[in-house]
């Protein structure tokens, strides 16, 4: 399968052009695999060299980047991921999201680790990719449908065994929160930054994807062997979230003062919170489990609904996100509700975070009279109406009314066309949308909001899981840390950051940390798959040149410290009750101790000397 010679990858980059209808095949040398790993460092290494400071996001010139890892394709748990990169029509920056599912693992199977498309169709296509073969073919008969139909019928003219990424209505209308979806109704979702609008100017409707060739390993017997040493740990230790899926903790998280509510303005729900937990849906509407390829945690559930008003859901559950947004945020709790919307979402091909803070944004707006009388097109925003939030759903999908195309343009650009002070209270930073996640009870989270390369991210870092129940005597933690303890924060967040741009390099899912996963494993197992002497100290590094990577590009688009910020009503308003109690997170002081370690500028620019010494001297 190997062109290069390069244990782990096949060697083969998908280069797509989609004005001229022409694709061709790039090698890539060993030394860039080894220098970015795959994934969202590979993507960065691309995106960097491919656009420049003007490029347009909805542009034919903005390539859009589906990348996997060397540990895509293989046994390792939970690595059949996948990221997709451009620039976002969201937030004008660097954008990706990473998805698990089944995609990236049979795009890999079928030849290839990864794609670049690059141009723009005038008319609707689809690619068609499988045993080392691509082709564009029409995609006219799917124009218009969901995502769910989509699958379907791509499958049935192609290959049953298929797997599907496409992009739903929204991303055909080009809503800048518009999210690429795969594997049909079980819904995996690369929702974050508007890729499926970049997708939807391209007038690519899907890529399938079709392989069953097995990537070569170095050392696969000891591969396989320290696999095994793993697993029993990870299915043990991760039984709740298999019994519950990730909305399990939304109760135990609403009690610690973490789940946002009422667009963060509310301290406690307890009630509420206890009606749409994954406890609750156990016990009421789960009809199944989902397990991404390669996953033995088993995080996704599938719900159904039989009677009522939502009857005929039949689909992915909410997943914590889901449930924090356009429940807790918006203060709904009706869970069958949540359901509903959250199949509109996944069919119309629309991010279920910033669809939930653009309707809490406009519930909190009509609250205090800013949105009024016709101006809400007939939708009664009131905190906790389940109907008016699904409506919403429904409007923000479809780009229908002139308050759901506004709410599709993401609460940045919303507040904006507003006016008056709506900009107090859109709760994004650098235009995307905040996850359910309160920095007021985590204190890492108010740092690595603020200087997550894509926005507003829980996951770039994935620290607050340090400051409440892991350790990572690896990396120095031998105990976790106090959630409203400032000092030391800065340096975490760095140090996480690097680590996690190396989870979405290898494609590893982050929920493997709950399983024992730690960072010998990772490379123990990049050792074994690659052949390479991969010491910490290089493993550490390649984390650090990516995360870099990612911040020039968004550098050299105007990004600087000035950026680096969050809500002033997250540093200013304590939720004053539940586990936060008056804790404000000290964003300065924390975001001064992170440039210092990053070796940044004040102003938040990597010196000439930080790249030198991380590899990236040429840039």
Known sequence: MRSNGVNGYTGRILWVDLSSGQSHVRSCDEHIYRSFTGGSGLAAWIMFHETHARTAALSAENPLVFTTGPFTGTHIPTSG?????????????????????????????????????R????????????????????????????????????????????????????????????????????ARAAGRCGLGAVMGFKKLKAIVVFGNEEPEIADKNNLMRAVRQVVPDMVKLTEDIRKYGTSGSVEALEEMGDLPLKNWVQGRWQKGASRISGTAMRDTIYSGDYFCKTCVIGCGKEVAITQGKYAGVSSAAAEHETVGTLGALCLVDDLEAISYANELCNRFGIDTISTGGAIAFAMEACEKGIIRGEDRDGLDLTWGNADAMVEAVRRIGTREGSLGRILGEGV???????GMNAEEFAMQVKGLELPAHDPRCFGSLAVGYATSNRGACHLQAYSHPLEGWITMPGLGYEKSLDPHEDEGKGEMVALLQNLMCM???????????????????????????????????????????????????????????????????????????????NYLPDLGKMLSEYYRVRGWTEEGVPTRAKLREVGLDEL
């Open 81 to 117: 991921r996948h990221s997709i990169a451009s620039l976002s029509p969201l937030t004008g920056i660097w954008a990706e999201s990473d998805v698990g599912g089944t995609w990236g693992f049979t795009l890999k199977r079928a030849g290839f680790d990864g794609i670049v498309v």
């Open 119 to 186: 141009g723009a169709s005038p008319t609707p296509v689809y690619i068609w990719i499988h045993d080392h073969c691509a082709e564009i073919r029409d995609a006219s008969f799917v124009w218009g449908k969901d995502t769910f139909e989509t699958d379907s019928v791509l499958r049935n003219s192609t290959e049953q065994r298929a797997c599907v990424s496409c992009i739903g209505p929204a991303g055909e209308k080009l809503v800048p929160i518009a999210a690429i979806m795969h594997d049909g109704p079980s």
């Open 412 to 418: 940045r650009t919303a507040a904006s066309c507003i």
């Open 503 to 581: 989870f979405d390099a290898l494609k590893l899912c982050k929920f493997s940390l709950f399983g024992g996963l730690r960072v010998r494993h990772m490379i123990e197992f990049s050792s074994l798959v690659s052949g390479w002497d991969i010491d910490q100290k290089e493993f550490m590094k390649t984390g650090e040149r990516i995360f870099t990577l990612k911040r020039l590009i968004n550098c050299r688009r105007g990004i600087g410290r000035k950026d680096d910020i969050l809500p002033r009503r997250l540093l200013t308003l304590p939720r004053g009750e539940g586990g936060a109690g």
